[in-house]
């Protein structure tokens, strides 16, 4: 049983900082896409960024140099360092797994099979 447990969220004043984690359990297969997604009130919910097994990483547009993400394979966890921080950022944040991922499919919220519960991120 694949879960993804995300911690890290809270109220954050603008040009402040947050670290979301996503520890994964539960499943077995070595190449994979992780990517992490938000969804603000009454929007749809966007790809933020991704990195695939292979080391690689996507980011949105309107995230570029001020949000990080990486991976820990010891741990099974990956991050997301979030610099900079402007209102708009504010939403729920999820994680997500799913098969190998490129630079156009990453931000296919279809291409992922498990989610995690979300984390709230609010501007203070």
């Known amino acids: 049983h694949v879960q993804l447990v995300e911690s890290g969220g809270g109220s954050v004043q603008a040009g402040g900082s947050l670290r979301l984690s996503c520890a994964a359990s539960?499943?077995?297969?070595?190449?994979?896409?992780m990517g992490w997604f938000r969804q603000a009130p009454g929007k749809e919910r966007e790809g933020v960024a991704a990195?695939?097994?292979?080391?690689?990483?996507s980011y949105a547009d309107s995230v570029k140099g001020r949000f990080t993400i990486s991976l820990d394979n010891a741990k099974n966890t990956w991050y997301l360092q979030m610099n900079s921080l402007k209102p708009e950022d504010t939403a729920m944040y999820y994680c997500?797994?799913?098969?190998?991922?490129?630079?156009?499919?990453?931000?296919?919220?279809?291409?992922?099979?498990?989610w995690g519960q979300g984390t709230q991120v609010t501007d203070s």
């Open positions: 539960g499943y077995t297969y070595s190449s994979y896409c």
């Open positions: 997500a797994r799913g098969g190998r991922c490129t630079s156009t499919s990453w931000k296919a919220t279809e291409k992922y099979s498990y």
């Open positions: 990195i695939d097994s292979d080391g690689s990483t």
